[in-house]
């Protein structure tokens, strides 16, 4: 259903995103990214490595890095996924919240919210 590839809108030094493989239905569960949690006094740590820029906040006091393909996918304003917090599996839900077409990079809105505009982290400085 989904697959990590070179994505023509990243810069970094990976350039990868995740791309559906098939038609992807609007609703339809296209991953679910196992979670390691870890307290937020520990963050500190995580903020001296490479890591910091794929943490994800996880509840009121611990963040996570997620497995699988969880923290590969690219960033958009207009995101045509989300991802819901399962707390009881210990994984992010990642769903179409448009119809994807086969061939088409999957976006996820790094502020967890489809509408919420605020200016990313990394673009604060």
Not at 114 to 122: G, Q, R, S, T
Request: glycine share 6%.
């Amino acid at each position: 259903m989904i697959e990590v590839k070179t994505s023509p809108i990243s810069d970094g030094e990976f350039n990868r995103g995740v791309f559906a493989t098939c038609d992807i239905k609007k609703g339809e569960l296209l991953h679910e990214a196992p979670v390691i949690a870890y307290p937020n006094d520990q963050h500190q740590y995580i903020e001296q490595t490479l890591l910091a820029d794929y943490a994800f906040e996880y509840g009121i006091n611990h963040s996570a890095i997620l497995l699988g393909y969880g923290m590969l996918f690219n960033h958009s304003y207009e995101p045509n996924a989300i991802y819901e917090i399962n707390f009881k599996n210990h994984t992010f839900d990642f769903y179409a919240f448009t119809d994807i077409k086969a061939g088409d990079e999957i976006f996820i809105n790094y502020n967890g919210d489809v509408d919420d505009k605020e200016l990313l982290w990394f673009d604060r400085d």
